[in-house]
């Protein structure tokens, strides 16, 4: 089974489609390492520490985009959402939502 990083899966055939489709959207992540749980937990929190201090300074009651300069790009492209709504690199999301819903 070849299947992109985002994939519909049907557990019954174990088929793959593109995003838009019946399944369980699989969400696969080749860069997160494949060892140990201890040794991943170590390299994963090694590479988000240096951004807790950024994160840190965040007030979650003031829209991103106020205070986006406070963040490296990193964090930037990062935040999916805020102040429940999808910052506009992600907006995509909700179009795919709306389409999967016409199409039940």
Known sequence: MNAGPLSPTTPADRSTRRIMGDGVVVCSVDNLPAQLPREATDIFGGQLLPYVWEMLHSV?????????????????????????????????????????????
């Open 60 to 104: 979650t009651e003031v829209p991103f985009e106020s205070q986006a300069h406070l963040f490296s790009k990193t964090l930037q492209d990062a935040t999916i959402a805020s102040n429940g709504k999808l910052r506009p690199k992600y907006e995509y999301i909700s179009e795919l939502r709306a389409s999967k819903n016409k199409q039940q």
